[in-house]
């Protein structure tokens, strides 16, 4: 065993004293199974609990990542409102009982209002591979400290089946916070409701940046309602420009390097803002698209007054107009890793399949929100074609989107918006636009768009072409940078620039914003042949009001299908 940390850390609130009951199980029944209703989080309890922990070493915000190896590792990272000596993981297992690992504290102090963020860390390793683990979190704190307990289970070595689950864009359950709505409760419930073995969660956590005085207190109550799920599997998440907070380290994601220890990708200087992962037959590549990107969406002061930070921080008023803008942060250096990674698991013979995450989209027709992004389509769709990439998983736009599998582009096929001159957009190339829900992915790349986490602007309208009624997509090919409206010192950034008709697109859910992608991965057998079964199941009714019918809702605990593909890749090794 031993402990690892590194980059930054978090704050506090709700003290998780036993483990919830996280087997209420949603049962299923075939692929168009009803799920059942799961009790929704706490907040008044929460909100109770962080009081009376007041600045003890109490632990809270628990959450599980992988480590290098999730075979036989598993990182345990929590939070406490003050600081916590002897902080520690007491591990029992096979062999093992109350085996006491030491935690590595990281902290930093919020940029914007001054608070003082404590996170723990503690790296597991040397464990049994497909093994159930209980653990301990506690702290000394004078006997003050009340413990946590949880349980996690190691990934099986080698060719096994497996499922994991994904959305993205959660926000927290407190609506007294922008974007965020009760459906995130539930959202992570659904989570526990299929027992995956991990969770991805493509970007845009919790918006924070949205609130900019509170930063830590939107994290906090983030961690708090994952800690339903998120201290009993791993939850593998990717930074979005959410993540993107003023005066919060190089490229704003300070908060969120220091709640996650991640894989490390081995770039110095740049560990957590993207990485890789093997389980059983597949690979998983965490990508930070905001490297890549023409889309300007990090934290931004529209105006009319500056945002002023609050004066123990020292830092100056931002002024009206400011954004921050992270494009090509890394010089390269995340696409020149993308490539070697993806090149090595082609010629490694244990791996089948290869998922990619990351927040923005390189396919997307929604009207109302963000739509696809040409800085992908240039940097990471070649490199996806070269090296088979399987399947790609976002979030960004609130809705849920399937493409046909794809495979290079279509020259000069988009036009400017404005204008309608002709523009290069890169459209991704359909290798068939016959749905038969079985795709050999061998020949083309599946996207899907899955961001129905939780928050409260659901974006399940969009775009059509007038003259023929067919899918039609927006796309960013240039810096969206703000600009100056016609009221002083108010500024907004512009939409995409460019359109396309998205003849990419295979399926859209025009129902609700919300939902879940639950992916069974079969290592195959005497065929030749491995697949995934991919689902996505939907909460009808919880948008607070449908855009394609005016209707309105309210938070819902019940998912139900929407539909089902299956893809299939001939297997590396016999």
Same mark, same amino acid.
């Given at each position: 065993?031993?402990?690892?940390?590194?980059?930054?850390?978090?704050?506090?609130?709700?003290?998780?004293?036993?483990?919830?009951?996280?087997?209420?199980?949603?049962?299923?029944?075939?692929?168009?199974?009803?799920?059942?209703?799961?009790?929704?989080?706490?907040?008044?309890?929460?909100?109770?609990?962080?009081?009376?922990?007041?600045?003890?070493?109490?632990?809270?915000?628990?959450?599980?990542?992988?480590?290098?190896?999730?075979?036989?590792?598993?990182?345990?990272?929590?939070?406490?409102?003050?600081?916590?000596?002897?902080? #520690?993981?007491?591990?029992?297992?096979?062999?093992?009982?109350?085996?006491?690992?030491? !935690?590595?504290?990281?902290?930093?102090?919020?940029?914007?209002?001054?608070?003082?963020?404590?996170?723990?860390?503690? &790296?597991?390793?040397?464990?049994?591979?497909? !093994?159930?683990?209980?653990?301990?979190?506690?702290?000394?704190?004078?006997?003050?400290?009340?413990?946590?307990?949880?349980?996690?289970?190691?990934?099986?070595?080698?060719?096994?089946?497996?499922?994991?689950?994904?959305?993205?864009?959660?926000?927290?359950?407190?609506? !007294?916070?922008?974007?965020?709505?009760?459906?995130?409760?539930?959202?992570?419930?659904?989570?526990?409701?299929?027992?995956?073995?991990?969770?991805?969660?493509?970007?845009?956590?919790?918006?924070?940046?949205?609130?900019?005085?509170?930063?830590?207190?939107?994290?906090?109550?983030?961690?708090?309602?994952?800690?339903?799920?998120?201290?009993?599997?791993?939850?593998?998440?990717?930074?979005?420009?959410?993540?993107?907070?003023?005066?919060?380290?190089?490229?704003?994601?300070?908060?969120?390097?220091? #709640?996650?220890?991640?894989?490390?990708?081995?770039?110095?200087?740049?560990?957590?803002?993207?990485?890789?992962?093997?389980?059983?037959?597949?690979?998983?590549?965490?990508?930070?698209?905001?490297?890549?990107?023409?889309?300007?969406?990090?934290?931004?002061?529209?105006?009319?007054?500056?945002?002023?930070?609050?004066?123990?921080?020292?830092?100056?008023?931002?002024?009206?107009?400011?954004?921050?803008?992270?494009?090509?942060?890394?010089?390269?250096?995340?696409?020149?890793?993308?490539?070697?990674?993806?090149?090595?698991?082609?010629?490694?013979?244990?791996?089948?399949?290869?998922?990619?995450?990351?927040?923005?989209?390189?396919?997307?027709?929604?009207?109302?929100?963000?739509?696809?992004?040409?800085?992908?389509?240039?940097?990471?769709?070649?490199?996806?074609?070269?090296?088979?990439?399987?399947?790609?998983?976002?979030?960004?736009?609130?809705?849920? &989107?399937?493409?046909?599998?794809?495979?290079?582009?279509?020259?000069?096929?988009?036009?400017?918006?404005?204008?309608?001159?002709?523009?290069?957009?890169? #459209?991704?190339?359909?290798?068939?636009?016959?749905?038969?829900?079985?795709?050999?992915?061998?020949?083309?790349?599946?996207?899907?768009?899955?961001?129905?986490?939780?928050?409260?602007?659901?974006?399940?309208?969009?775009?059509?072409?007038?003259?023929?009624?067919?899918?039609?997509?927006?796309?960013?090919?240039?810096?969206?940078?703000?600009?100056?409206?016609?009221?002083?010192?108010?500024?907004?950034? *512009?939409?995409?620039?460019?359109?396309?008709?998205?003849?990419?697109?295979?399926? #859209?859910?025009?129902?609700?914003?919300?939902?879940?992608?639950?992916?069974?991965?079969?290592?195959?057998?005497?065929?030749?042949?491995?697949?995934?079964?991919?689902?996505?199941?939907? *909460?009808?009714?919880?948008?607070?009001?449908?855009?394609?019918?005016?209707?309105?809702? !309210?938070?819902?605990?019940?998912?139900?299908?929407? &539909?089902?593909?299956?893809?299939?890749?001939?297997?590396?090794?016999?």
């Amino acid at each position: 065993m031993n402990t690892a940390a590194d980059d930054q850390p978090s704050v506090p609130d709700e003290p998780a004293a036993s483990r919830p009951s996280r087997r209420q199980v949603l049962s299923t029944a075939g692929a168009a199974g009803l799920l059942a209703t799961v009790p929704v989080l706490r907040g008044t309890e929460r909100a109770a609990a962080s009081t009376s922990a007041a600045s003890n070493g109490t632990p809270e915000q628990i959450h599980l990542t992988f480590g290098a190896d999730p075979a036989t590792s598993m990182t345990v990272s929590w939070a406490s409102p003050g600081h916590a000596p002897g902080a #520690r993981v007491l591990l029992t297992g096979p062999h093992l009982s109350d085996v006491k690992v030491p !935690a590595v504290q990281r902290t930093y102090t919020d940029g914007l209002n001054g608070e003082t963020v404590w996170t723990y860390h503690t &790296e597991l390793t040397q464990l049994a591979p497909d !093994a159930e683990y209980s653990y301990v979190v506690t702290a000394d704190n004078d006997g003050s400290a009340t413990p946590f307990r949880g349980t996690f289970r190691t990934t099986p070595k080698g060719r096994a089946p497996f499922r994991f689950t994904s959305f993205g864009d959660l926000a927290t359950p407190n609506t !007294a916070w922008v974007l965020s709505y009760g459906q995130s409760a539930y959202a992570v419930a659904a989570v526990e409701s299929f027992s995956p073995l991990f969770h991805l969660l493509n970007g845009d956590l919790c918006y924070a940046n949205l609130n900019p005085a509170v930063q830590p207190a939107v994290w906090r109550d983030f961690g708090n309602n994952n800690q339903a799920s998120a201290a009993y599997r791993a939850w593998m998440p990717v930074a979005g420009n959410h993540e993107i907070e003023f005066t919060n380290g190089p490229q704003g994601f300070t908060s969120y390097l220091t #709640r996650y220890h991640l894989p490390d990708n081995g770039v110095p200087g740049l560990r957590g803002r993207w990485y890789s992962f093997q389980v059983g037959n597949v690979l998983f590549v965490s990508l930070q698209a905001d490297d890549v990107i023409y889309q300007d969406g990090g934290a931004f002061v529209g105006g009319p007054k500056p945002l002023a930070p609050a004066a123990s921080t020292g830092n100056p008023p931002i002024e009206p107009g400011t954004s921050f803008y992270v494009r090509g942060y890394s010089g390269g250096a995340q696409t020149a890793w993308l490539e070697q990674t993806l090149a090595a698991a082609r010629r490694n013979p244990s791996i089948d399949w290869i998922v990619a995450q990351m927040h923005q989209i390189a396919c997307s027709s929604s009207i109302t929100g963000n739509g696809s992004d040409r800085g992908i389509r240039e940097q990471w769709l070649p490199l996806f074609d070269k090296y088979q990439v399987d399947l790609v998983l976002n979030g960004h736009d609130h809705d849920y &989107e399937r493409s046909f599998p794809v495979r290079g582009h279509d020259p000069m096929a988009g036009v400017d918006a404005a204008t309608g001159t002709p523009v290069e957009t890169l #459209r991704p190339h359909p290798v068939t636009t016959t749905d038969t829900g079985v795709f050999d992915t061998s020949k083309g790349t599946v996207h899907l768009v899955l961001g129905g986490g939780g928050t409260s602007a659901p974006l399940d309208d969009y775009g059509f072409d007038t003259a023929d009624g067919l899918p039609q997509a927006k796309i960013f090919t240039k810096p969206n940078r703000p600009f100056q409206t016609a009221t002083p010192d108010v500024y907004t950034r *512009a939409a995409a620039d460019a359109r396309e008709d998205a003849i990419w697109s295979a399926r #859209r859910d025009t129902s609700t914003g919300y939902g879940i992608g639950v992916f069974d991965v079969d290592p195959g057998g005497d065929d030749g042949y491995t697949s995934i079964t991919v689902r996505y199941f939907h *909460a009808l009714g919880a948008d607070p009001t449908n855009p394609n019918t005016g209707t309105k809702g !309210a938070p819902n605990s019940v998912y139900t299908h929407f &539909e089902t593909v299956k893809l299939i890749r001939p297997r590396s090794r016999p």
